[in-house]
């Protein structure tokens, strides 16, 4: 057996005689498999509920009665967005965007009911979850347990002792880093146990799956080498733990949380009450169906006169209500659209800037992989209030559609007045059927390994400049020594 393995193997020896050791690690593990197995059971009922939510909105939009089309349209329709599979791994932004959308006429309203606005504040310091079992308590675990793998021994004077029986001192920091990182193994299985079973029987997709496995993997080789660099260059072990968990708190409590709030700092966005203040002057400016003497809508009205060629709206062969409809739904989506873009703009520069943090902190770029992969990240949340808007203004449209060419222009404009008339413009509710129902669609594997694959990029970074380091290391202790 090799030097190497063997000082591997005293690792082990001595992490078993360690009974605070042994504590520690069995009960991260005990927490990794309670974390998988809770997470997994909170988003197959959070998904349960939201598709039964969708087939009750479903069908109450199905089964309105018998009413006029813009009746429908102010009356509206609830979407929901379904969890990804791998959202029992990393739930991502899902607890702070909120998961459903009420769709209606001339209006475009945000996500609601998340589950951070509708629980205490500690949920907003992390949710127990594997993914964030990996990546906070994890790397601390390695710390207690291997703090001392080089700086116990040149305390002890071992080191020296190992080098006159011929181990190098490279051979000597390889052989501590084996050790701890069959420790990091041991606690990565559970893990990989969960995403195995997520595959098996929730269909997560391979491709991802296995690309959160490697940067996980990666993340906590990252904690295994600092540990051995900075425990050989340490001239004690208490000086060692202070140290790496200083390091501990800075990369993986302080930075990701004060990344996130310089990125909003450096590029604010507009808030809900403002982008709404905006949109309605916007709008204001744009035009009013109702006014006789809007610039805008006359010169639409005399488009629609030319197009059909007759002299007054009451010739012509659709209801022109329906059309007004239509331009203004356009004008106002168009609107929306316009001002959507400009928010995601401003929310995809604050992400980049916060990412670019993750070159001074693994547990960034751990995030960004991880939230990417599983689909939970914030350009899933953007892909849903896209989709959402898409089928809002699809709908409205049609229902505007069904205006124009069931309904007279007459009985449209007499129905306030005329009872006959108020009946007759009441459709048959088989209309309401016929609308499609929302389907989300998410993002393809492809898509989601290229979003995350910048956060492996860094994390692969991290890992070649720690390995230059260990070779530091080795030249610093074998000089000491």
Same mark, same amino acid.
């Given at each position: ?19 605070? @050791?042994?504590?520690g690690l069995v009960i991260l593990i005990a927490l ?19 598709? !039964? ?63 951070? !606005? ?29 703090? &001392?793998?080089?700086a116990r021994e040149r305390e002890r004077g071992t ?15 390889? &052989?501590?880093?084996? &050790?701890?990182? !069959?420790? @990091? ?35 906590? @080789? ?152 599983? &689909? ?45 008339? @108020? ?26 390994l290229r979003a995350a694959l910048p956060g492996l ?25």
């Open positions: 057996m090799s030097s190497i393995r063997l000082i591997a193997s005293d690792e082990w020896r001595l992490l078993r005689r360690n009974r605070v @050791a042994m504590l990794s498999l309670i974390a998988a197995l809770t997470s997994i059971a909170q988003r197959d009922a959070s998904d349960s509920i939201r598709a !039964r939510f969708q087939q009750q909105a479903d069908a109450a939009f199905d089964g309105a009665p018998a009413r006029h089309p813009h009746r429908m349209v102010h009356y509206g329709h609830f979407v929901f967005r379904p969890l990804p599979a791998l959202a029992a791994f990393d739930p991502g932004v899902d607890a702070f965007t909120g998961n459903t959308i009420y769709l209606e006429g001339h209006r475009q309203n945000s996500a609601n009911f998340g589950d951070v !606005r509708q629980s205490s504040l500690l949920v907003r310091f992390g949710q127990l979850t594997p993914a964030f079992v990996l990546q906070a308590l994890a790397p601390l675990m390695l710390i207690f347990i291997g703090f &001392g793998a080089v080191v020296r002792q190992l080098f006159a029986h011929g181990v190098s001192a490279r051979n000597v920091i390889l &052989g501590k880093s084996l &050790g701890l990182g !069959r420790i @990091a193994a041991l606690m990565l299985a559970p893990v990989a146990l969960a995403l195995g079973w997520l595959m098996a029987t929730e269909g997560a997709p391979l491709a991802p799956s296995l690309f959160i496995l490697f940067g996980y993997a990666l993340y906590l @080789a990252i904690w295994v080498l600092l540990i051995i660099i900075v425990s050989a260059l340490s001239g004690h072990a208490r000086g060692a733990l202070m140290t790496l968990i200083g390091l501990w708190a800075l990369a993986v409590i302080l930075l990701p949380r004060l990344a996130p709030d310089l990125a909003v700092a450096a590029n604010p966005a507009l808030t809900r009450l403002e982008t709404d203040i905006a949109v309605q002057k916007d709008l204001r400016n744009m035009g009013d169906s109702h006014d006789p003497d809007d610039p805008h809508f006359n010169a639409f009205k005399a488009r629609t006169l030319k197009q059909y060629g007759v002299e007054k709206v009451e010739d012509l062969p659709v209801n022109y209500r329906g059309l007004l409809a239509m331009e203004g739904e356009k004008l106002t989506s168009k609107l929306f659209d316009d001002y959507a873009k400009r928010q995601f703009a401003v929310h995809r520069t604050q992400s980049l800037q916060s990412d670019i943090v993750g070159l001074i902190s693994p547990a960034i770029a751990l995030r960004r992989l991880s939230m990417s992969a599983s &689909g939970t990240d914030l350009e899933g949340h953007r892909r849903f209030l896209s989709q959402a808007e898409a089928y809002r203004f699809a709908i409205v449209q049609k229902l505007n559609a069904l205006q124009v060419k069931s309904i007279t222009y007459e009985d449209d404009s007499n129905r306030n007045k005329d009872p006959e008339a @108020a009946r007759r413009v009441r459709i048959d509710p088989k209309n309401w059927q016929e609308v499609p129902d929302f389907s989300y669609r998410a993002a393809s594997t492809s898509e989601k990029l860094i994390l692969l970074g991290w890992f070649a400049a720690l390995l230059l380091g260990l070779r530091f290391a080795a030249r610093r202790l074998g000089g000491t020594a």
